[in-house]
Each structure stands twice: as structure tokens, then as C-alpha cells.
């Protein structure tokens, strides 16, 4: 992660025990971007505090704390802060930078870059994507792969809410494919922006579609390519499944696995699940309970030979529905030596509660 903006120190009277906190947290942060092997968890960590005292030393008026807060927001672990101090953080800067920059201002890239990843109101969000379309609009036409480009970047977090995105995506996707190959991975990333958003409509054939294609150009000796690969043959399991096509779903459980061996210190993770069925009458009467399956994972992701252990005081209904709902479950099976193989003993705990 690099800082892509800039700070304009003052030496205006700000208390010198503020100035100096900030200073000190901003060559801390400084320090650890030159070092590698830095973890993400205490980047981030190091630009939030940074972000603090900037703040702090700065105060709510400053494109220097809107500037730190766009810098945070793009660290990896953002996402998991306090949802208060992100809309905190998000309105920061969008008031700052309304105040500063005129509306074709190109830093508001970085702006609404930021802010979009904020977890706010449904109307909020469309205000954003509006604004951030109608931005980057004179690229489509002036610099068509810029725009393309940028974007990209926004349907990152616009590809799976519930809007009409193929107006705006397929017109860029068609111009992208016209002067790039195929396995560009502009081109791969917004075909796979716009299958998940033509899966989350319903538009089952045309993701699927655009789920293959990703699939048949990304380079699996890329780290970005193979994570492409993975993402679509997981999304095609999920597609299949509810399409009551187990059989087509399967040749994309094996490739998963065959690409990423099981952790022998993680439990799997099933590729497609359902939950079970709550029984009508325990949740008339709030009752709650729990169940642990054992099953095993045949060579092509499977389930077989769920059962229920240490069940003996559990209500007969919750075993029957969790047992009913592992074994639809599909997971991506074990490798060993290069072949598939079933991995017996898993279990998994379903908890059943009414608040």
C-alpha cells in the first residue's frame, strides 16, 4: 500500500504536544511502508493512528485529514473498524474535499475511491456512484481504456448491490475487448464484475457465460489470474448448484481443490451451502439447540455419510434438518499427490436459536 497523497505541512500555532504526536505517528507509518515484510494488520493499525493524530493536529477542515482518512480507508484492514468511525471518516472527507476542489477536480478519484467502501445508506451509495460516473464520463470518450480503467475501480464495489449495471459496464467491456486481449486483466476483471452483478439479477446464463470466459483466458501462472480463475469456478459452483445441476457444478469443486490444497490447519470451507430449516414448531415454542455432523468429502466435493455425534439430547427435528442440509453442502475436494481423495471425519456445528 502506498500513500498516493500529499501533505502540506503548516506552521500556523497548533499545540506543539498535537504536532509532535502527529509527526511522530507519520514517521512511524513512514517507516513501516519502507519495510516489506511489515504485516497488513499493523499498517493499517499505524495509518489509523496517523490518521488520529492528524485529525487531531490538523482539525476537521483540512484536505491534510481528508487526505489521511482516504489513505486509512485504502489500507487492508479498514473494513473491519467501527462502522460510526468510518461514516465519520467518509464525511470528513467529502465535505473537506467540496470545499476545496471543484466537482471535475481528478483528486475526487481518490475521494470517492474511499468513501464508496463506506458502509453506508443505499441512497448514499447511489449519490456516490452517480457522481463518480459522471466524473470519469469525458474519458470515455478522450482516453476510452482510462475510462475503462477507473471504471473498474468503482465496480469493485458497486458489482454485487442490487442496480442495473450492465448499462454501464458491457459498453466499456465491449471497447476493452476491442483493443486489449483477452487476458488483460481489465478485461477479466470487469467480466467478472459483471457475471456477479448478472448472478445477483438472476441473469443465471449470461454470468455463467462471462464466468467461463474468465476462466478459459486468465493466466494460472499469475497470482492475479489464478485469483480470478478461483473466484469464477467458486461462483459457478454456487450457479450450478442453484440450478439443480450438481454434475456441471463438479468440475469446478475439483478445480479448486486441484489449485488450493487443503490447510491442514483450517477446517474446509464448503464452496456452496443451505441452511438448515428452522422446524416450525421448536420455533413456535423458542427452542434452540445444536448439532454436530460428521461426514465425509468424496473425490468430486460431495458429502457422504453425514451423521449426527453426540446428539443423544438433542431435539430429533434439528438432526434431521441439519443432517438434510450438510448433504447438499459442496465443498472443493482434499488432493493428495496430485489426485483427488476423500477426506473423511469433517464435522461442522449448526446452531439453531430465536432471538
Given at each position: 500500500m502506498a500513500l498516493s497523497v500529499g501533505l502540506l505541512l503548516s506552521s500556523g500555532a497548533?499545540?506543539?504536544?498535537?504536532?509532535?504526536?502527529?509527526?511522530?505517528?507519520?514517521?512511524?507509518?513512514?517507516?513501516?511502508?519502507?519495510?516489506?515484510?511489515?504485516?497488513?494488520?499493523?499498517?493499517?493499525?499505524?495509518?489509523?493512528?496517523?490518521?488520529?493524530?492528524?485529525?487531531?493536529?490538523?482539525?476537521?477542515?483540512?484536505?491534510?485529514?481528508?487526505?489521511?482518512?482516504?489513505?486509512?480507508?485504502?489500507?487492508?484492514?479498514?473494513?473491519?473498524?467501527?462502522?460510526?468511525?468510518?461514516?465519520?471518516?467518509?464525511?470528513?472527507?467529502?465535505?473537506?474535499?467540496?470545499?476545496?476542489?471543484?466537482?471535475?477536480?481528478?483528486?475526487?478519484?481518490?475521494?470517492?475511491?474511499?468513501?464508496?467502501?463506506?458502509?453506508?445508506?443505499?441512497?448514499?451509495?447511489?449519490?456516490?456512484?452517480?457522481?463518480?460516473?459522471?466524473?470519469?464520463?469525458?474519458?470515455?470518450?478522450?482516453?476510452?481504456?482510462?475510462?475503462?480503467?477507473?471504471?473498474?475501480?468503482?465496480?469493485?464495489?458497486?458489482?454485487?448491490?442490487?442496480?442495473?449495471?450492465?448499462?454501464?459496464?458491457?459498453p466499456a467491456l465491449e471497447q476493452l475487448e476491442s483493443e486489449l486481449p483477452a487476458s488483460d486483466l481489465s478485461v477479466l476483471t470487469l467480466q467478472l464484475y459483471l457475471a456477479h452483478n448478472h448472478f445477483s439479477k438472476n441473469r443465471r446464463n449470461s454470468a455463467i457465460e462471462l464466468y467461463e470466459s474468465v476462466i478459459a483466458s486468465a493466466n494460472a501462472d499469475e497470482a492475479a489470474g489464478r485469483r480470478l480463475k478461483l473466484l469464477s469456478h467458486a461462483a459457478l459452483v454456487e450457479l450450478y448448484e442453484r440450478k439443480g445441476e450438481s454434475e456441471q457444478a463438479t468440475e469446478h469443486c475439483v478445480a479448486i481443490g486441484a489449485a488450493q490444497p487443503w490447510s491442514e490447519n483450517n477446517e474446509p470451507e464448503p464452496l456452496f451451502r443451505v441452511n438448515p430449516v428452522y422446524p416450525i414448531s421448536y420455533a413456535t415454542k423458542k427452542l434452540s439447540g445444536s448439532v454436530t455432523v460428521q461426514f465425509d468429502i468424496d473425490e468430486s466435493g460431495f458429502v457422504m455419510n453425514a451423521e449426527p455425534i453426540h446428539s443423544e439430547d438433542t431435539p430429533p427435528e434439528f438432526v434431521r434438518s441439519s443432517i438434510e442440509a450438510v448433504e447438499s453442502w459442496r465443498y472443493a475436494p482434499k488432493f493428495e499427490n496430485g489426485e483427488a481423495v476423500v477426506a473423511t471425519d469433517q464435522t461442522v456445528q449448526l446452531d439453531f436459536s430465536i432471538q
Open positions: 497548533w499545540a506543539q504536544d498535537a504536532k509532535q504526536a502527529f509527526q511522530q505517528a507519520y514517521a512511524d507509518y513512514q517507516a513501516m511502508l519502507d519495510v516489506s515484510e511489515t504485516p497488513s494488520t499493523e499498517l493499517s493499525a499505524a495509518a489509523f493512528e496517523a490518521y488520529q493524530t492528524g485529525r487531531n493536529y490538523f482539525g476537521d477542515d483540512s484536505i491534510n485529514s481528508a487526505n489521511l482518512a482516504i489513505n486509512y480507508l485504502k489500507s487492508p484492514h479498514s473494513a473491519g473498524q467501527d462502522r460510526d468511525i468510518l461514516k465519520s471518516m467518509g464525511d470528513l472527507i467529502l465535505s473537506v474535499y467540496e470545499a476545496e476542489l471543484s466537482k471535475t477536480d481528478a483528486r475526487w478519484l481518490d475521494a470517492y475511491d474511499a468513501a464508496m467502501s463506506i458502509p453506508y445508506s443505499s441512497y448514499r451509495k447511489q449519490e456516490l456512484r452517480e457522481r463518480y460516473l459522471a466524473l470519469i464520463a469525458p474519458l470515455q470518450k478522450a482516453n476510452p481504456q482510462l475510462y475503462a480503467a477507473t471504471l473498474v475501480d468503482g465496480a469493485k464495489y458497486w458489482h454485487r448491490e442490487d442496480i442495473p449495471l450492465a448499462p454501464i459496464l458491457e
